[in-house]
């Protein structure tokens, strides 16, 4: 009777983490959409936070269900979220830059270097 104390205690505490790191992750990401300056940035932020925060939260949920018919459930979609959410930004990326926008990049200025390059300072 008390090891079974214990372990639901474990899976509680297993499972409350997982789902709150995944919280975290997900508003990180909406955080990042409002905060990041360009498209392409914000859909590298979004992806990526969206993808682990979904995972986080659905392998909460599998430790909270036990060895079920509902883990089955939960890993499928797991593996359709893994699957489909880099692809659509993939996707979406191609389309954009498709469509004629264009990442911006932070290039240093070159004539400064070549100004320092000839003036032989460093």
């Given at each position: 009777m008390f090891g079974g104390e214990i372990y639901e205690t474990i899976v509680w505490l297993i499972s409350g983490g997982l789902l709150i790191s995944g919280s975290i992750f997900a508003i990180i990401g909406g955080i990042g959409i409002c905060?990041?300056?360009?498209f392409f940035s914000r859909m590298h932020g979004a992806g990526l936070?969206?993808?682990m925060g979904a995972g986080l939260i659905l392998a909460g949920l599998m430790v909270q269900a036990g060895l079920s018919l509902v883990t089955?459930?939960?890993v499928i979609i797991l593996f359709f979220v893994l699957?489909?959410?880099p692809s659509s930004c993939h996707a979406l990326a191609r389309s954009a830059i498709a469509h004629g926008l264009k990442p911006q990049l932070d290039v240093p200025n070159s004539d400064n270097q070549n100004s320092n390059?000839?003036?032989?300072g460093e």
């Open positions: 905060r990041l300056p360009e936070t969206d993808t089955f459930k939960l699957v489909t959410s390059q000839t003036s032989g």
